[in-house]
């Protein structure tokens, strides 16, 4: 059966909060700070948890040090997500979040990160392996899912690094990231790439100004063997899909947005959950948007609800 491995370099405690307004040199009194497990790599694996749910194969690697590391490694204990816990000396980072109440504005505030070391890396990189040496020799197709950003100390080839090793196990790599980290690891060539339009804009060097921009510049990535699909990801205009013999372009859905922390980690987990289960590009796609839109109707990263991803994804079907 087809497994998921979740990758997390630098992941967070996520602490959101509300006030009425935001206003420079007061104080602001605060609702009361909700708390989540937080990175690219770990959100992913949250909500493919609850979309397969109990049948979910899905394991979240992370490094992770200090009070706050073993405070998001109960926090994943509590959400029953497989996980793994990386230990390194420095202090996981905590991130915070602040939703205006009189704009509906969110204001994001994200820390670097923990120092890694050599050591460290290293010794992350011996687990990887024998991770990746034991899905690649399954027999099935399995993912290796490298989401979120790099934490000091780390070099920019780091992704690339690990995408290299993984295809060379047969394992699809799926990467989510930005920078020079994101560049250097399409160069190795991944199976799919999730860009948001201003990652894709950087990674070409222009401005894609027009929807055409956005398909020219999916489809050179495709075309240059950089990646099978690329999973283009535009917010309140939608998402594009391309790989080398379809182009899928879905509109936003309709939702009331309370948060977007976390949408784009909840479209890349609902394309795996679909993909995984062998349903066509547009099947997944569709899983995908249903997934980021039940994800926007929630406050911090809460993350999506099942409920709503089943009744917005009749919408998806509905519209077609």
């Known amino acids: 059966m087809t497994g998921i491995v979740t990758l997390t370099l630098n992941p967070a405690v996520d602490v959101w909060t509300a006030v009425d307004r935001i206003v420079d040199t007061h104080k602001l009194r605060c609702e009361p700070a909700r708390c ?7 959100n992913v694996a949250r909500v493919v948890r609850r979309l397969d749910g109990a049948q979910a194969r899905c394991l979240a690697l992370y490094l992770a040090g200090g009070a706050a590391g073993a405070r998001l490694e109960q926090m994943l204990s509590n959400e029953r997500i ?3 816990r990386l230990r390194i000396a420095g202090e996981t980072r905590e991130n915070f979040s602040v939703t205006e109440r009189a704009t509906g504005r969110e204001f994001r505030f994200v820390l670097p990160g923990p120092h890694v070391s050599e050591e460290e890396w290293q010794a992350a990189l011996m687990v990887l392996d024998a991770l990746e040496a034991a899905h690649g ?6 993912y290796l899912v490298m989401s979120g950003s790099l934490p000091p100390g780390l070099p920019s080839g780091a992704y690339a690094e690990l995408a290299r090793s993984a295809r060379q196990r047969g394992l699809r790599v799926v990467l989510d990231s930005s920078g020079p980290a994101l560049s250097l690891a399409l160069d190795a060539g991944v199976f799919l790439v999730k860009p948001s339009l201003a990652e894709l804009a950087s990674l070409i060097g222009s401005p894609l100004p027009t929807e055409s921009d956005w398909l020219k510049a999916a489809r050179q990535i495709v075309h240059d ?22 182009t899928l372009r879905l509109q936003a859905l309709p939702v009331s947005v309370a948060g977007a922390t976390g949408a ?3 479209f890349l ?3 795996l959950v679909a993909l995984r289960r062998g349903d066509s590009l547009l099947d997944a796609a569709r899983l995908a948007q249903a997934a980021a839109s039940a994800t926007l109707l929630s406050s911090g990263t809460a993350l999506c609800d099942p409920d709503e991803v089943a009744r917005l994804l009749a919408l998806t079907q509905s519209a077609s």
């Open 269 to 271: 987990a609902g394309l």
């Open 137 to 142: 020799s399954s027999g099935s197709e399995s």
């Open 264 to 266: 784009g980690d909840s």
């Open 82 to 84: 497989q996980s793994r």
């Open 36 to 42: 989540y497990p937080g990175g690219g790599g770990i």
């Open 225 to 246: 063997g950089r990646a099978q699909i690329v999973a283009l990801t535009l917010g309140d205009r939608g998402a594009l899909l391309v790989s080398s013999d379809e």
